[in-house]
Structures are given as C-alpha cells and as structure tokens.
C-alpha cells in the first residue's frame, strides 16, 4: 500500500481515519499571534500522542485553529476534542498570562462548539457505486 494513505495498523484492524478540526475562539476574539499558534501545535501534538493520534498538519488565525488529525477507531471524535480544548485553554491560560484578558467574561479560551468533518479515501459518489456494485448472491 502507498505511504500517502496513513494506512495504519492496529492489534485486529488497519485503519486511515483522518478528522479536520476547527476550533473557534470565545466570542470570535482575535487572540492568536505566531508564538501562540507554535505553542498550541505543540500541545495539540502532545494531546493527540497521549490518544495514540496523529496530528498531521495544524494551521491558524487570530481567531481559530485547524487540525487534520489521524486517529484510532478506538478514539471517540468526541473524547479527542474534547482533551484538545480543555489542555491548550488551560495550558495557554498559564504559560500565556496577557491572554487573561481575553477571558475575562467567559473564563475560557475555545468556543463551546467546534466542527469536525471526515476526510480521505474516495469520494461519496464514488464508494457508492463500489458497494451498489459488489455481486451480492442471490
């Protein structure tokens, strides 16, 4: 198989299972400078190496953050957000003391919402005539 899938393996699966993130800061406040980004991709990294993820590419502006991530199936999309909002606020919180102000009504740095979306692999159309196609017996 070619190296350009992330083809993955696992005790009893092979898996490419890739997720582009987007998390928006509170209120859209635009709080991010380059040293805030570079750190961010290094705690993101780190966060995603504890789930046995993979951060692939990580990219942001002064309001929001990308990240295409390669999971496991055995990590919940849900779980993984989850741990990367709540260890970058908090740790931008103390490693950054000027983003205070930024929290002062909400006490938190990321948005309650965020988008998740899969990616990879052939397109919808396409897979969906490989299985209408399969020779099913009859």
Not at 1 to 25: K, P, Q, Y
Request: charged share 25%.
């Amino acid at each position: 198989m070619s190296d350009d899938l992330d083809v993955r393996t696992g005790r009893r699966c092979v898996f490419a299972m890739h997720a582009h993130l987007v998390f928006v800061t509170k209120y859209r406040h635009r709080v991010f400078a380059d040293r805030h980004l570079t750190r961010l991709e290094e705690i993101m990294r780190a966060v995603c190496a504890d789930f046995e993820a993979e951060l692939v590419e990580f990219n942001g502006e002064a309001d929001h953050v990308h990240l295409l991530v390669n999971f496991p199936p055995k990590v919940a999309v849900s779980r993984l957000v989850n741990s990367l909002k709540g260890v970058s606020s908090r740790r931008m919180r103390q490693e950054f003391p000027d983003l205070v102000r930024h929290y002062w009504r909400a006490q938190r740095l990321w948005s309650g919402s965020y988008f998740a979306g899969s990616v990879g692999g052939a397109p919808l159309d396409v897979l969906r005539r490989y299985i209408e196609q399969q020779a099913r017996p009859v």
